[in-house]
């Protein structure tokens, strides 16, 4: 088994919820979503963010904007919908519900018989 795909596929698992969770903060430029992500340890390319900002945006979850640039064409900045932080918000419950339970599931279970040992002086 490719260690390496399981790796990948956990990451994807969470990249719109972390994407959303930047976004929420205030209004962002895709550049500097792949930043803020690369700072977190979370590399993405810009092929694999600009399509999953589509989605989201054709969902009505992101809306943008134009600025202009001094230094080049005009910029688009994200910001989150409110249909967006509704459905951030159903996003973070469940991030919560997933985390405790893995919590709970990585952590080895206390048994009568290691309580004893333990309390051995």
């Known amino acids: 088994m490719d260690i390496q795909n399981t790796q990948s596929q956990m990451r994807k698992g969470v990249l719109e919820f972390c994407i959303l969770s930047i976004i929420r903060q205030g209004e962002v430029y895709p550049s500097d979503l792949v930043d803020r992500m690369k700072l977190a340890n979370l590399h993405i390319l810009e092929g694999t963010l600009y399509p999953l900002l589509t989605r989201l945006k054709n969902a009505e979850l992101l809306t943008y904007r134009w600025v202009e640039s ?3 064409p005009p910029r688009k900045y994200f910001v989150m919908t409110d249909k967006g932080l509704a459905f ?5 419950r469940t991030w919560k519900e997933l985390a405790d339970a893995v919590q709970v599931l990585t952590q080895p279970i206390a048994s009568p018989e290691n309580e004893n040992n333990q309390n051995q002086p």
Request: no cysteine; hydrophobic share 10%; proline share 0%.
């Open 88 to 92: 951030y918000s159903e996003l973070e």
């Open 70 to 72: 001094n230094s080049g």
